[in-house]
Nanobody, 129 residues
Framework: QVQLVESGGGLVQAGGSLRLSCAAS????????MGWFRQAPGKEREFVGASKWSGGSTYYADSVKGRFTISRDNAKNTVTLQMNSLKPDDTAVYYC??????????????????????WGQGTQVTVSS
């Protein structure tokens, strides 16, 4: 199975940028479609975006589309979430998650967190106004 560790969170002013990384170990990332989620205090875990196992496709929640970008380097076993034009509403703990890829299926993103098999511990992102 795969282990995931996020890093790169911190405090940033509104309009700023942060880059989160998710480092995988134990198995190669080509075995997994990857997702990013976030959870603010008192709220449910929210889908942010996803990346296909091959790195060829990405999908984003409407709330972050055009501001956030997911990329992955399968050779380095890492997935990154570049966050630009940050808003106070983006404040949350951010998690990367993995779901075993089904190579014959066109499906690669799931907005329901229960679909994902593996999770990192999360990294805090705080955006001040």
């Amino acid at each position: 199975q795969v282990q995931l560790v996020e890093s790169g969170g911190g405090l940033v002013q509104a309009g700023g940028s942060l880059r989160l990384s998710c480092a995988a170990s134990g198995r190669t990332l080509t075995s997994y479609n990857m997702g990013w989620f976030r959870q603010a205090p008192g709220k449910e875990r929210e889908f942010v975006g996803a990346s296909k196992w091959s790195g060829g496709s990405t999908y984003y929640a409407d709330s972050v589309k055009g501001r956030f970008t997911i990329s992955r380097d399968n050779a380095k076993n890492t997935v990154t979430l570049q966050m630009n034009s940050l808003k106070p509403d983006d404040t949350a703990v951010y998690y990367c998650a993995a779901v075993t890829a089904r190579y014959n299926s066109g499906d690669y993103y799931y907005t329901d967190p229960v679909k994902y098999n593996y999770w990192g511990q999360g990294t805090q992102v705080t955006v001040s106004s």
